[in-house]
């Protein structure tokens, strides 16, 4: 990550087409359940940490990582954190 990317705080929207280039889908209506602190909330309601290469999805309540989603050239790559489960309701 070079210095200079500027970095923004928004919501799990913000990761929606990220992770549909993971998913093939739009995910952000899943309920993530954190592993950290138990909290079950959408996707869409996490805390996203966007830059231009990657999108760090993290609990509101805990703020622990659930996931992380890196671009890679034209490929996408999703590293787990503490995302415990994802429910569709
Ligand atoms: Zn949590």
Redesign the pocket.
């Given at each position: 990550m070079r210095a200079e990317n500027a970095q923004s705080v928004v919501d799990g929207n913000a990761a929606a087409g990220l992770l549909w280039d993971v998913f093939g889908t739009d995910v952000t209506t899943l309920v993530g359940v954190?592993g950290?602190?138990?909290?079950a909330a959408p996707l869409a309601e996490a805390v996203v940490e966007l830059d231009e290469v990657a999108a760090i999805v993290r609990?509101r309540?805990?703020?622990?990582t659930l996931l992380t989603v890196l671009r890679q050239g034209d490929g996408v790559r999703l590293v787990l954190g503490?995302l415990g489960e994802l429910v569709r309701e």
């Amino acid at each position: 990550m070079r210095a200079e990317n500027a970095q923004s705080v928004v919501d799990g929207n913000a990761a929606a087409g990220l992770l549909w280039d993971v998913f093939g889908t739009d995910v952000t209506t899943l309920v993530g359940v954190c592993g950290g602190c138990g909290s079950a909330a959408p996707l869409a309601e996490a805390v996203v940490e966007l830059d231009e290469v990657a999108a760090i999805v993290r609990c509101r309540t805990c703020t622990h990582t659930l996931l992380t989603v890196l671009r890679q050239g034209d490929g996408v790559r999703l590293v787990l954190g503490m995302l415990g489960e994802l429910v569709r309701e």
